[in-house]
């Protein structure tokens, strides 16, 4: 039996950064993934080498717009807000998500 990953599945990434970002308001990328991990009680981690380019796609979709600004520490870091794109696109994305959920439920309680 392999390792178990608790890496998130490709697809969710962008519904949840969009959803904690429509409820906490501009995070930068260290603070969004800290969240994500505390939030789902260690259960997931979002590893910078799929953060970073999910970010950049998803300002270039005009889902987020970003700015930079100086972290709680004084440090220099790029922070990411919420568009009324990315919140439209947060709807789809939710709904997807319970389509996808409902039919995996399905399956594992009739196959």
């Known amino acids: ?47 910078e080498g799929s953060l970073y380019p999910a970010l950049h796609r998803m300002e270039q979709e005009g889902w987020l717009k970003s700015e930079w600004d100086l972290t709680e520490r004084g440090r220099q870091a790029k922070f990411y807000e919420i568009t009324d794109k990315g919140r439209k696109q947060l709807d789809f994305e939710r ?11 399905r399956v594992m309680r009739y196959a």
């Open 95 to 105: 709904e997807s998500w319970e389509r996808l959920t409902k039919g995996v439920a």
């Open 1 to 47: 039996m392999g390792k178990g990953k608790n890496d998130i599945l490709q697809g969710t990434l962008t519904l949840l950064v969009l959803r904690v970002l429509a409820t906490r308001g501009a995070l930068h990328g260290y603070a969004l993934t800290a969240l994500i991990q505390e939030t789902s009680a260690e259960l997931l981690r979002v590893e």
